[in-house]
């Protein structure tokens, strides 16, 4: 990849963030009342915490990509590694909450097939793909 198109992957990455953090709110908005919901919601809001305290510390503030992010996020593989554990959270909430976020034009990119395919399996009922399996 050439340092332009390496630089709009790395910048993806905060709209990613942010389309992690909106499908996170709106699966607790979707969650059902149960007796544990209390506990349920203490141990959801400290996640989501941690996961919003770990985007600022690696420098995405409000869906952009600050100029001093964390240097390490301008290593192409770990960028990558980054890109692709952001793409599974929201692939992870979409097919078990079905919701997913809406993607702007502005972070609109490498990401769109994968999401847009969620959003409208969303509309459409479950994928015929099979599920993988936890691993140890």
Not at 72 to 98: E, P, W
Request: aromatic fraction near 6%.
């Amino acid at each position: 990849m050439e340092p332009a198109g390496f630089a709009v992957g790395v910048d993806e990455l905060a709209g990613l963030f942010s389309s992690c953090v909106e499908a996170i709110d709106k699966v607790q908005s979707y969650r059902s009342v149960r007796a544990d919901a209390d506990v349920q919601d203490t141990f959801f809001n400290a996640a989501k915490a941690r996961f919003e305290q770990w985007g600022r510390g690696v420098g995405i503030d409000q869906g952009r990509l600050l100029d001093d992010h964390h240097p390490a996020l301008d290593n192409r593989d770990i960028s990558t590694a980054v890109r692709d554990l952001l793409h599974f959270i929201i692939k992870f909430i979409c097919d078990d909450s079905q919701a997913c976020p809406r993607r702007s034009t502005r972070t609109a990119g490498l990401g769109d097939d994968l999401l847009g395919s969620h959003q409208s399996r969303a509309r459409h009922g479950p994928s015929s793909e099979p599920r993988r399996s936890k691993q140890a």
